[in-house]
């Protein structure tokens, strides 16, 4: 079984940080896996945000997010981080972690373009106040 479980959400002011947590349960990050952050703010569509292929820790961000983001994964952890810089009343939403073992990176792109997984974590709120 396949569990994915975000932490590190809450509430700041704007400008200010968060590191978000992705532990991934029954899928080794230290083989080919793809993992991808969005967030859903109310009323708005998902948003996709960044991906990582774990294997080799290539990341790829959204250019709506590229300057404040960084993804990264630690595979002792097993887990996949998204650190948020800078941070804007607008960026407040839950934002969700999703995996998928794939065979190749050009399959991680394609997945995260679609949202494609077959896992996805519960989510972790983020709000930001002006």
């Known amino acids: 079984q396949v569990l994915l479980m975000e932490s590190g959400g809450g509430s700041v002011p704007a400008g200010g940080s968060l590191t978000l947590s992705c532990s991934v349960v029954?899928?080794?990050?230290?083989?080919?896996?793809?993992v991808g952050w969005y967030r859903q703010a109310p009323g708005k569509e998902r948003e996709k945000l960044a991906r990582i292929y774990t294997s080799i820790g290539a990341p790829y961000y959204a250019d709506s997010v590229r300057e404040r983001v960084i993804i990264s994964r630690d595979i002792s952890k097993n887990s996949i981080y998204l650190r948020m810089n800078n941070l804007r009343p607008e960026d407040t939403a839950e934002y969700t972690c999703?995996?998928?073992?794939?065979?190749?990176?050009?399959?991680?792109?394609?997945?995260?373009?679609?949202?494609?997984?077959?896992?996805w974590g519960q989510g972790t709120q983020v709000t930001v106040s002006s």
């Open positions: 999703a995996a998928k073992s794939v065979s190749q990176i050009g399959q991680c792109a394609i997945a995260w373009g679609r949202a494609d997984f077959p896992y």
């Open positions: 029954g899928l080794d990050i230290a083989n080919k896996v793809c």
